[in-house]
């Protein structure tokens, strides 16, 4: 067991100078480090208010976005889906909650590579979305891109991206051209908390302050990362303080309420539109499945996943909402008939779509002399 050293006589302690030799440069340099100005707060964002036509939609879409990863999940297993492929199951609520908030066509959203659902809420066609994942020619990317690495400059969705937390440099620079431009657009940055220790998010977060970035980092704190507990791999845990060396503000928000999210996403969005540079939210959420579909999740019990559906879960929580709004159990049902049938008429596209022509193999290849 390793001891505390104590000072022997080859190790002299350090000289102490006279107090009032260091008193007079102290005070110089006191006077010239300008006084650091209160910094402004973002209010503590309120629960959403939602109508009952409005939790309906956010019902609807988190249910797709569950129905569409389960299915998803069985195409794989059926080797329809190759490489890796990371389901959304149990954080519906942040992706629905954050971009029902966006202006479509005007925001930008970037992610890394679980990003499904992210499309799903940001009203991309599941068909389009299966058949990418499946490998097809109709899919968004043409069957490039498959589970990892979906875009669409159409519905400013900047990907998917397998290297984490690479995106999160990519939206900044995202956030700078929508600055730049003037377009009054801003760009949402998802990461996990495995990502939340890269060091080009430090870096990002930075740049972004400097040039008050019209930008919201948003922390998907699933608690686990690859297979590692927050607890473990954080020396702080509390991922929204992260900016807060760099001025750049944070907020914890429950990422299991979908009326929670929206709430922080107005006050979020109300911040960076008002041009005052970027803000971070921490989404505390959880995965129902692996970190992907080849991790068999060994680091959790089995007790612990089921609590959270029993006691967390995003879908059920809204539909004991709108059941106490006075939706009837019988239209819940149908909805659940309808997004069934959506689910299955994508993956019905995605098998009868034909693979890309290996001539695909050399388009889109960008190619030059500089």
Known sequence: MARATRPTSRQPAARKSPARSNAPAAAAAAA?????????????????????EELLGFYQQMLLIRRFEERAGQLYGLGLIGGFCHLYIGQEAV???????????????????????????????????????TGRQAGI???????????????????????????????????FKHKYEGDGGVCMAYFGDGAANQGQVYESLNMAELWKLPIIYVIENNQYAMGTSVARSSAEDQLYRRGESFRVPGIQVDGMDVLAVRGAAEEALAWV???KGPIVLELKTYRYRGHSMSDPAKYRTREEVQSVRDNSDPIEHAKKELEAMGVTEDALKEIEKEIRARVA????????????????????VLVGQY
Not at 37 to 43: C, I, K, L, T, Y
Not at 100 to 124: C, P
Not at 356 to 363: C, D, K, N, S, V
């Open 32 to 52: 010239a480090e300008p006084a650091i100005p209160n910094r402004e707060r973002p209010a503590q964002p309120e629960r959403y208010e939602a109508s009952k």
């Open 95 to 133: 992706a629905v909650g954050l971009q029902s908030a966006l202006e479509a066509g005007k925001d930008s959203v970037i992610t890394g590579y679980r990003d499904h659902g992210h499309m799903l809420a940001y009203g991309i066609d599941p068909k389009v979305i299966m058949a990418e994942l």
């Open 141 to 175: 990317s043409k069957g490039k891109g498959g589970s990892m690495h979906m875009f669409s400059v159409e519905h400013k969705f900047y990907g998917g991206h397998g290297i984490v937390g690479a995106q999160v440099s990519l939206g900044t620079g995202l956030a």
């Open 273 to 275: 539109r008002a041009g």
């Open 345 to 364: 008429e994508a993956a019905d596209f995605a098998e009868q779509s034909p693979e890309p022509e290996g001539g695909e193999l050399y388009t889109d």
